[in-house]
């Protein structure tokens, strides 16, 4: 049992502000940075606001299981 505690001591944690991340975004990341507005030229949304959507929709870390 101490093992099994030191194992679930040691899962990697991000600190507050931040996320673990896939190193290649999902299919759902990727379609929620689709969703922003686009207009003719460029997008209408800064970079930030693609990573934010992004990100928003990356799976959550669940310690292995």
């Known amino acids: 049992l101490a093992t099994l505690d030191r194992l679930i001591a040691e899962q990697p ?27 003719e030229g460029g997008y209408g949304s800064s970079c930030t ?6 990100i928003a929709l990356a799976p959550t870390y669940n310690g292995g299981e």
Do not use: Q
């Open 13 to 39: 944690k991000a600190p507050d502000g931040w996320r673990l991340v896939p190193i290649e975004p999902t299919d759902e990341m990727i379609k929620n940075g689709e969703n922003l507005e686009y207009f």
């Open 49 to 54: 606001e693609f990573y934010k959507a992004m």
